[in-house]
T-cell receptor
Framework: GQNIDQPTEMTATEGAIVQINCTYQTSGFNGLFWYQQHAGEAPTFLSYNVLDGLEEKGRFSSFLSRSKGYSYLLLKELQMKDSASYLCAVRDRRATGTALIFGKGTTLSVSS | KAGVTQTPRYLIKTRGQQVTLSCSPISGHRSVSWYQQTPGQGLQFLFEYFSETQRNKGNFPGRFSGRQFSNSRSEMNVSTLELGDSALYLC???????????FGPGTRLLVL
């Protein structure tokens, strides 16, 4: 089966750094995605990891360890607008196409 | 380039009715995936279409069906609506050879 776990909620203050963890179990792995979703809006793509290591994109970085079934999303210099739900999603190698299995999301609240 | 569009944005139906939702992908994208999002279950994969063929299917009952047209536009249909079908239905498109899915704003369905 497939299982993706991430914390339900996190809080942080403006200017801080926050790390959102995601662990996954899948019988086949073919990439991990992070999406950001503001309340009432569509998810927007943040990052994609298929090989081990760190991918950096501005204030956001994503890390993957395939052997540990583990990823994290690192947000630096937090801003109020970063308050949102962060979704971890895994693509199953068995699946043709682009079907993603999503975690339930981590709601991040950034305060001043 | 215009993003993914979905119609209608909001819909109210009663139990037993059926509903059809529409999705127009980003121009040039041939893959369209559908997801159901609820507070309790998060984002769950329904099905994916590519070149008018269903390429993947999630674990949803047969009441949920879809199709894709030659212009890549897609529709999903839910028959014999149940209260539990109340959810945000999201459509995502991706281009051939790309791993990234781009989401539309969703259709919020309320079943009374």
């Amino acid at each position: 089966g497939q299982n993706i776990d991430q914390p339900t909620e996190m809080t942080a203050t403006e200017g801080a750094i926050v790390q959102i963890n995601c662990t996954y179990q899948t019988s086949g792995f073919n990439g991990l995605f992070w999406y950001q979703q503001h309340a009432g809006e569509a998810p927007t793509f943040l990052s994609y990891n298929v090989l081990d290591g760190l991918e950096e994109k501005g204030r956001f970085s994503s890390f993957l360890s395939r052997s540990k079934g583990y990823s994290y999303l690192l947000l630096k210099e937090l801003q109020m607008k970063d308050s949102a739900s962060y979704l971890c999603a895994v693509r199953d190698r068995r699946a043709t196409g682009t079907a993603l299995i999503f975690g339930k999301g981590t709601t991040l609240s950034v305060s001043s | 380039k215009a993003g993914v569009t979905q119609t209608p944005r909001y819909l109210i139906k009663t139990r037993g009715q059926q509903v059809t939702l529409s999705c127009s992908p980003i121009s040039g994208h041939r893959s369209v995936s559908w997801y159901q999002q609820t507070p309790g279950q998060g984002l769950q994969f329904l099905f994916e279409y590519f070149s008018e063929t269903q390429r993947n299917k999630g674990n949803f009952p047969g009441r949920f069906s879809g199709r894709q047209f030659s212009n890549s536009r897609s529709e999903m249909n839910v028959s014999t609506l149940e209260l539990g079908d109340s959810a945000l239905y999201l459509c995502a498109s991706s281009s051939s050879g790309s791993e990234t899915q781009y989401f539309g704003p969703g259709t919020r369905l309320l079943v009374l």
